[in-house]
């Protein structure tokens, strides 16, 4: 078995075998206080589970048994820092319902964060219904996490072998003729349009990395294992952070000029100019952040919420007529799926363009070029 060949079969087996490998853990399902076995009606319940899962969590659930009220999950491990680091396995939570003992201290999951609380698990509420008890900072590799760590060892293996690929072949082989398309797409329709042929290769690595990562995370996410990535805001927020120092730590004098000092109009609008362009560099990341996570979190929420009136009216028409609807919204999702790396990466790369061209004043002010203005 060839280098490549061994890595993909690394993959895979950790995507698929590596659950198991940990030892499948039964516990009893238990969500907001409440275990599934207690009554409520059917729309609470479909709620109580689209919320739960929106969520990230501390352990790894593979699959659940309603009617036996049992999950069958794998640990994950559980970092914090209070009084020293104190790292543990999520195992010791049984799933929220346990109080997990480390290093004298106790803790508890409450509403998927982990509290300081004292051996009996207690936590007490404001008037507003928040806990007030003390939170550690949480460090922990949950599930969303864990599988960043996995979507990121898989774009590296599959770019180390498109990389070792050329310098074998001028024309990739395999799995590689579909990555090469999609690298030049990238390349030729928006790094090179948006920041031009002399410095996009600078920013090349990073467009094909988030362009990837967002499209892998949310194929991964219209999957049964439930893992929703760029539905948390914190990572859509990082990826935003990202593409703002890039812009911002590579940016030339003359975007900076056009920020403070806009050239080519009165000293009394550049003035008033001022504090709009300063604004709109918070905006433009702001705007990457809440486009991805918005979009994708909706999708799910309306796959879930169609899936769900079937057992809300529970007859032979809407059955079909529902499951047909999710069918076909989960066909846009994957359209989807692509289109939030494409604008992602193109917004990016539009960002950074505007910050590293050259500007050039000699026929005086030009509206056209004061596109930041304007965005």
């Known amino acids: 078995m060839s280098a490549s060949k061994t890595a993909k079969f690394l993959v895979f087996s950790l995507l698929f075998v590596l659950p198991f490998g940990l030892g499948a853990q039964e516990h009893p399902e238990e969500k907001d206080g409440f275990k599934t076995g207690d009554p409520v009606d059917t729309k609470t319940e479909i709620k109580n589970y689209i919320d739960h899962h929106l969520l990230d969590s501390h352990d790894f659930i593979l699959w659940s048994d309603a009617e036996a009220g049992t999950h069958t999950s794998f640990p994950l491990p559980i970092i914090i820092f209070d009084d020293g680091i104190q790292v543990f396995s999520s195992t010791k939570f049984h799933h929220g319902e346990a109080v997990a003992k480390s290093g004298g201290n106790y803790y508890k999951i409450y509403h998927n964060k982990i509290y300081k609380t004292d051996a009996a698990g207690s936590i007490t509420l404001a008037e507003d219904g928040h806990p007030v008890n003390k939170r550690p900072l949480d460090f922990s590799i949950t599930k969303n996490v864990f599988f960043i760590f996995v979507i990121a060892l898989i774009m590296f293996l599959m770019f180390r072998s498109m990389a070792l690929s050329y310098t ?58 439930g893992v929703n990535v760029t539905n948390s805001i914190s990572v ?86 529902f499951f047909g609807f999710t069918i076909f919204i989960s066909v846009i999702e994957l359209l989807v799926a692509f289109l939030q790396a494409y604008i992602f990466t193109l917004l990016s790369a539009l960002y950074i363009g505007s910050a590293v061209e050259e500007h050039h004043h000699d026929d005086g002010f030009d509206l056209s070029d004061e596109v930041s203005v304007t965005h």
């Open 236 to 321: 859509t927020l990082c990826l935003a952070v990202i593409t703002f120092f890039i812009v911002q730590f590579t940016a030339n004098k003359n975007h900076w000029m056009h920020i403070f000092w806009m050239p080519g109009v009165p000293v009394i609008m550049k003035i008033a100019l001022i504090p709009i362009e300063v604004l709109g560099m918070f905006i433009k990341p702001f705007a990457l952040m809440i486009r991805l996570y918005a979009n994708i979190t909706a999708g799910h929420v309306v796959i879930m919420s169609l899936l769900g009136m079937i057992f809300v009216f529970k007859n032979w028409i809407a059955g079909p007529a």
């Open 168 to 225: 074998k072949k001028q024309v990739p082989t395999g799995f590689n003729r579909l990555l090469e398309p999609l690298v030049i797409y990238v390349r030729d329709e928006i790094a090179i349009p948006n920041i031009g042929k002399k410095k996009h290769r600078k920013y090349m690595g990073f467009l094909l990395t988030v362009f990837f990562f967002i499209w892998i995370v949310n194929l991964m996410g219209l999957t049964p294992l």
